[in-house]
């Protein structure tokens, strides 16, 4: 059996009948439940607070009950747990209301008043960027940009817009607490069990060994799990200490979307200069991200932003400079695609609109400028492996029948195409910094996985065991995954990335073919592996020179929409996917995050509006923020073209987050093509769409 | 208020407030957890059960409606042979990815095939257009509907 | 303080209803997200609830003397099976909400709630439906257009309930139907619009045009169809602009978290021209 053939995925059962629990489903012994007591100005000082009289058994918990540092630790650790004096976006906590009951909480809850002294706020990215409000600002460049620009014979300047997404994990997020014989324990949905306990141990002022994150059944996440939960998890871990209960957090839908973290809304500005023969020689891109309130972990966000911003294509002279902006709105944070998916948006629809205005056809022009084996990435370092993405396009125009519909194109129908790559593994040295380690454990016929990496919808359970199963011919239901309890588990590093099946599995492999050469030495025994980096990939994380990511993996997507002509309304019917992502583990789990990501990938570019107004935002539930239903997903076909990647595990690289950059370009190709309109911004709304047409008009 | 219904084919009398939400019923006073909370506005569908054989969000319905009622949840559908067919096709389709979606989606398909044991490919994307699903872009549960009705046969 | 009541028949209901302050509820698919709370706490209603979505009285759907009567509380997706029900109407409800909502969801609530999307209510103004309002002692029966005075905003009086739904039994050859929502599936209405007309040899017999979401409350001028009817079908493809700036002055939609007044004003003349090129080719049914 090949590892590719697909297996019944091991969790299935219990979540389709309802047995899995979800932090929701748990039950504690006489729990005090929470609220949260938010900011509703967008930058105030809080100048007073008034609390009603308490009823026995509630409590109210503000900063003066954090026991360490009022910070939630990240990559910048600037966002208070509870607030200090001054709030910067609506939505912000300052307290926590506990008690019996949640009535009681809420009765509590609406009876709190703050004084507050409004203080001058910034909305917009471009008010911002006036204003000067930089958190983090990076700058690269290749060749001789200068030079070359003097020396092009046309220069294009144009802007791209991407908007804000939420994540709309159907389960939201929520998180319990108790303490017992001294030890904290917090249960919850995330990504990242160590990321929570680095935050708990440095707001609860107690070594790691006091403190145990659990994490229950994950009801989705998409990078809204990854950072975010920290917050939550502090916040019931100090209620739990304070209050001397178990506490439960769990938020409803609206709240959720009101204070959670969301995709990062960008600008990206560009400068090309073309020689004589229509090919871009010189690319200047200036990109602008906005981090919201807070800079968390944005920095991250925005490297990864720049360093795909030139997405498959060789540029050979280039100017790369990103900043992230503060604005005095909810935090932007990790979110599939971690800053890629706008800057590939940019890139793939600037490619596509200076290839309509010259009059050539985009994909001639776009395979005209592809990478290729041993070429230099933007940041210099060599492609190691093969690039077959001329493959991968050859397949998507077969399957899609790109070449004949673009010909016979009708009217308000359109075809587009895109191309993309996501960088695998975390970006420049962070794997080296982060050190994932694993333990296989065989005890008698059984073998157990101990890994902090965890399922989250997206099968990383079945396919890491299956990686491990397959390697020691055993039965898949002989390799289970220890529970993710940081007291039970190492840092295998968290479930960010795309890093999980060619990082952790990679080390899981390694760590399985020993046990396998050992297999007889005794009964019982451990493996570990920590993870070591390639010796033969290099970065300078002071210059940004080097290997940004140890592999990419590829795709190309074609998607063929439809327009009404009375309402404009966009009509997604069809989306081809093809990608190299290495080897698949498991083909139908493969395809499952591709299906997932293309739907989610076409809501952003499409449906998904989400606005701001003032720092409140204006669509604030699911009745009008709307993502894809089953009427409105498109067709999907997908396939895949193996490429074996040599340092992953049975040749696997990276996939999950890598559709998610491929949709919104190839969508907005097809529209622009069907109304022969450059377009420029996502989403691409019908009111937009009416708006240009009268204008062309 | 003093209620009388019927919970996956047992008479329950329960007295709670008469606008105390179906699904807070179910989950807090039934402990029911199959049945989830995504939204709590009728959009999602995670807290879809059958009423009287149809599915409804019982997020939107209050205590007092459920008078002479029957409600049944996934943990009542589960054992029967239209629950197992489900499971099987949902499993074999691919169809769970982080499962929160997944019951009232088998809610909505038992509901849906009750009311029509041969749907269109169309038929099906409406009959389950009233469930969000986030992970899956939804073509592996139009699968497993599809492979329900194949192996199902003469069940709906 | 009672909670709520449920009364048995419907002259219980009126009875309460003429003794109490209190709020009726159908399908509570309105009221239930109106107040809602959150999570274990029960939506906060300040008056007790009369339910009547029971009653059954208020369930039936018949014809009688050149009139469909339809119960209040039959739930959308009863409207759907039942063939007195106009296929046209069929066609609006079908696009309402979802499945599972639609088994909640009554047409009196729908009504009642008088929401500028409420989207039965195109089609029930076009199609003159009039409504039957009972208290424990009278009943008065009024056009619909004349019990929605606003933006959820009706004519009922605290005793009374809303307890027939009466439409005129026609047939109209030529009938149009779209709803302009966010996404395909479950979503409300951004602008919709609701066509009914009967053309003879080229000639506008009768035409009703009503449209949804775009003002206040549903928009439908029987002065500027009336000037329209004996035309010839032509050349009311010719006079388009002539009748879209009649509709100009009507047409008052605002800027929302769904979409733009400009884009609504925009799509309903669209729709308005359309539905006249469909009068033109006379063609049936269109969606
Ligand atoms: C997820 C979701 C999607 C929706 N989508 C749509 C949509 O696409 N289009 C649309 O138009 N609506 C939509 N709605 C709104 C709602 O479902 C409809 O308005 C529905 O018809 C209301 O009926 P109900 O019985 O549930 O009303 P209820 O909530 O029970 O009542 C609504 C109002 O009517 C009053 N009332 C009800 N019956 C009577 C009576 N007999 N006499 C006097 N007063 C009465 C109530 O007091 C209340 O004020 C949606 C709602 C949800 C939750
Ligand atoms: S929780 Fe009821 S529909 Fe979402
Ligand atoms: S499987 Fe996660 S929402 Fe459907």
């Not at chain 1, 004589?276 to 932003?305: F, H, K, M, W």
């Not at chain 1, 498959?312 to 800053?339: D, E, I, M, Q, W």
């Not at chain 3, 019990?147 to 009922?156: A, R, V």
């Amino acid at each position: 059996m090949t590892i590719s053939k697909s297996i019944k995925r091991t969790d299935a059962r219990e979540k389709i009948r309802g047995e899995a629990q979800y932090i929701g489903d748990m039950s504690f012994d006489n729990p005090l439940y929470l609220k949260t007591v938010r900011s509703t100005r967008p930058h105030a000082k809080i100048l007073d607070i008034h609390l009603p009289d308490l009823p026995e058994g509630c409590f109210i918990i503000d900063k003066s009950h954090i026991p360490g540092k009022n910070r939630m630790r990240t990559v910048v650790s600037d966002h208070p747990i509870l607030a200090e004096d001054e709030v910067l976006y609506i939505g912000q906590p300052i307290l926590l209301v506990a008690g019996p009951s949640r009535e009681l909480v809420y009765q509590i809850s609406e009876k709190i008043r703050i004084d507050y002294e409004d203080l001058p706020a910034v909305f917009t990215l471009e008010e911002s960027e006036k204003q000067n409000c930089v958190f983090t600002e990076y700058s690269f460049s290749k060749g001789e940009p200068d030079t070359a620009f003097a020396q092009a014979a046309r220069i294009i300047e144009d802007e791209y817009r991407t908007g804000l997404q939420e994540h709309v994990y159907l389960e939201p997020q929520g998180m319990a607490a108790e303490v017992k014989d001294d030890t904290v324990f917090v249960y919850g949905s995330m990504q990242c069990p160590f990321y929570v306990e680095d935050a708990l141990t440095e707001a609860l002022g107690r070594p790691s060994d006091k403190i145990r994150v659990v994490q229950t059944t994950t009801g989705g996440a998409f990078g809204g799990k990854e950072e975010f939960p920290s917050l939550i998890a502090c916040h019931t871990a100090i209620a739990a200490l304070a209050t001397h209960h178990p506490v439960f957090l769990i938020y409803d839908r609206d709240e959720d979307i009101i204070c959670s973290t969301k995709r990062h809304p960008s600008i990206i500005r560009y400068k090309a200069g073309l020689d004589d023969n229509n090919r871009v020689t010189v690319l200047d891109i200036d990109l602008l991200y906005d981090a919201g309130a807070y800079c968390g972990l944005s920095p991250v966000v925005l490297q990864r932003g720049i360093f795909s911003a030139t997405n498959v294509y060789n540029f050979h002279h280039l100017k790369v400079h990103g900043r992230n902006f503060r604005t005095h709105t909810v935090p932007s944070g990790a979110f599939r695609g971690f800053g890629a998916p706008q800057s590939i948006f940019g890139t793939e629809m600037l490619m596509h609109n200076i290839a309509v205005s010259l009059g050539l056809d985009p994909l001639e022009f776009k395979m005209k400028h592809i990478l290729k084996q041993g070429d230099p990435s933007c940041t210099g370092g060599k492609i190691h492996d093969k690039v077959i993405l001329p493959e991968l396009v050859e397949r998507a125009l077969d399957l899609s029948d790109y070449r004949q519909k673009i010909q016979k194109k009708k009217k308000f129908a359109g075809v587009g195409i895109s191309l993309f790559l996501h960088g695998c593994g975390f970006t420049g040295n962070g794997e080296q910094l982060i050190k994932g380690k694993i333990i296989l454990r065989k005890s008698k016929d059984r073998v157990v996985l101990k890994i902090s990496s965890v399922e989250m919808g997206q099968g990383a359970d079945t396919v890491l065991r299956k990686i491990v199963a397959h390697t020691l011919d055993l039965p898949i239901e002989k390799v289970t995954c220890e529970i993710r309890d940081t007291g039970l588990v190492p840092d295998s590093g968290p479930t960010v990335a795309s890093r999980t099946t060619m990082i952790v599995g990679g080390l899981l492999k390694t760590a399985a073919d020993e046990m396998k050469s050992r297999w007889n030495e005794a009964e019982d025994f451990e493996i570990s592996k920590v993870y070591h980096h390639p010796d033969f990939l290099t970065w300078d994380n002071d210059t940004f020179q080097g290997n940004a990511y140890p592999t990419y993996s590829w795709g190309v997507n074609v998607a063929e929409i439809t327009i009404d002509p009375v309402t404009y309304d966009i009509h997604i019917e069809k989306v081809t996917g093809v990608y190299d992502v290495g080897r698949a583990i498991d083909e139908r789990a493969l395809r499952g995050q591709m299906e997932g990501g293309i739907a989610q990938g076409a809501g952003w570019a499409t449906l998904e509006v989400m606005k701001s107004k003032e720092g409140k935002l204006v669509q604030h539930n699911l009745t009008d923020y709307k993502v894809p239903t089953s009427m409105d997903v498109p067709e999907i076909t997908c396939d895949f073209i193996d490429n074996p990647y040599e340092f992953g595990p049975f040749g696997a690289k990276c996939a999950g987050e890598l559709p998610m950059s491929g949709a919104p370009p190839a969508v907005v190709a097809a529209i622009s093509n069907a109304l022969g309109i450059p377009l420029k911004e996502i989403p691409v709304t019908p009111e937009m769409l009416m708006e240009l047409e009268r204008h062309e008009d | 208020m003093k209620i009388e219904f019927i919970l996956n084919g047992e008479t329950q009398t329960i007295d709670v407030h008469p606008a105390r939400r179906l699904l807070d019923i179910l989950r807090e006073d039934f402990h029911l957890t199959a049945v989830k909370e995504g939204c709590g506005e009728g959009e999602c569908g995670a807290c879809v059960v059958l009423m009287d054989g149809k599915a409804v969000n019982s997020c939107l319905i209050p205590a007092g409606y459920l008078e002479g009622k029957s409600i049944l949840t996934p943990e009542g559908f589960k054992e029967t042979p239209r629950g197992q067919i489900l499971e099987e096709a949902f499993i074999e389709a691919g169809a769970v990815q982080c499962g929160f979606c997944t019951p009232g989606f088998i809610m909505a398909a038992e509901s849906l095939l009750n009311e029509n044991p041969n749907p269109t490919n169309a038929q099906i994307r409406e009959g389950l257009s009233g469930n969000l699903c986030r992970c899956t872009g939804y073509q592996m549960i139009f699968k497993a509907v599809r492979l329900a009705i194949e192996k199902g046969e003469g069940l709906w | 303080m009672v909670d709520a009541y449920r009364p048995k028949t419907l002259s219980e209901a009126l009875k309460i209803r003429n003794e109490t302050d209190c709020l009726p509820i159908a399908g509570g698919t309105d009221l239930m997200v109106q107040k809602a709370r959150g999570t274990g706490l029960g939506p906060g209603f300040e008056k007790p609830l009369l339910f009547v979505g029971h009653l059954p009285e208020l369930q039936r759907i018949e014809k009688k003397e050149g009139y469909i009567h339809i119960g209040p509380a039959v739930l959308l997706s009863e409207l759907l099976h039942n063939p007195l029900i106009p296929d046209t109407f069929k066609k609006a409800v079908a696009l309402m909400a979802s499945p599972p909502s639609r088994n909640l969801a009554t047409l009196g609530g729908n009504i009642c709630n008088a929401s500028p999307a409420g989207d039965t209510l195109p089609f029930l103004y076009a199609a003159d439906a009039e409504l039957l309002l009972e208290n424990h002692a009278f009943e008065r029966r009024m056009a619909i257009e004349d019990f929605i005075t606003g933006p959820k905003q009706t004519d009922m009086k605290p005793d009374e309930l809303l307890t027939d739904i009466i439409i005129p039994d026609m047939d109209f050859p030529v009938t149009y139907y779209k709803k302009v929502g966010q996404r395909r599936g479950m979503s409300l209405t951004k602008a919709s619009f609701h066509g009914l007309a009967d053309v003879l040899d080229g000639y506008v017999e009768d035409l009703r045009m009503a449209f949804g979401s775009v003002a206040p409350t549903v928009v439908r001028s029987r002065d500027i169809e009336n000037s329209l009817i004996g035309e010839s079908v032509n050349s009311l493809k010719n006079r388009y602009q002539e009748i879209l700036e009649l509709y100009e002055p009507l047409i008052q939609p605002i800027d929302d978290a769904r979409s733009t007044a400009k884009y609504r004003k925009n799509v309903c003349f669209n729709m308005l021209k359309d539905f006249l090129n469909h009068l033109e080719k006379n063609q049936g049914d269109i969606i």
